[in-house]
């Protein structure tokens, strides 16, 4: 029943986000459609750990801070390394050992790898990631285990 609420209340908080309208029939309907969307997705038991991971709400707001800055010192490596003459590129594929103990947090580690430029995710098997790299710096910075160790804390002890 959390699950519901909370999909019902962020639903609709992101519609008024949207919108941007705040006439008292607007948001009537907005409401509506929220709960006629949540009703329908309760229906079908859409409603899950991994479909509105709540129980990870406070640790990934700890985490995307970290996560932005990362992809913004990807985009200046990858930047530099296009930009210069001599081109720095030195293509590795990586196959890495993930330390998450749920799919869901399999996934939010082979995406955050993916939204870091200059690093894609090219394969999620079990324990498995195979990454491919840009260049050297950006493989370095996988293998140091850091991004691992940080979407292992998110999961947390469930």
Known sequence: ????????????VLWLLLSGHSEPLLIILGVASCVAV??????????DHEGHPIHLSW??????????????????????????????????????????????????????????PGTVTIALEGEDVA???LTTGGAEGLETGDMDRRVTAIEGSE
Do not use: C
């Open 59 to 116: 640790r990934v707001l700890l985490y995307w801070p970290w996560l932005l800055w990362e992809i913004v010192k990807a985009n200046v490596d990858v930047g530099r390394t296009i930009l210069r003459r001599e081109m720095p590129i030195a293509l590795r594929v990586l196959n890495l050992k993930t330390t998450q103990r749920t799919e869901l947090g399999r996934v939010i580690y082979a995406n955050s790898i993916t939204l870091t």
């Open 131 to 133: 990454v491919h790299a």
């Open 38 to 47: 949540v009703y329908l997705s309760r229906r079908m038991d859409l409603i």
């Open 1 to 12: 029943m959390l699950r519901t609420l909370s999909l019902g209340f962020f639903m609709f």
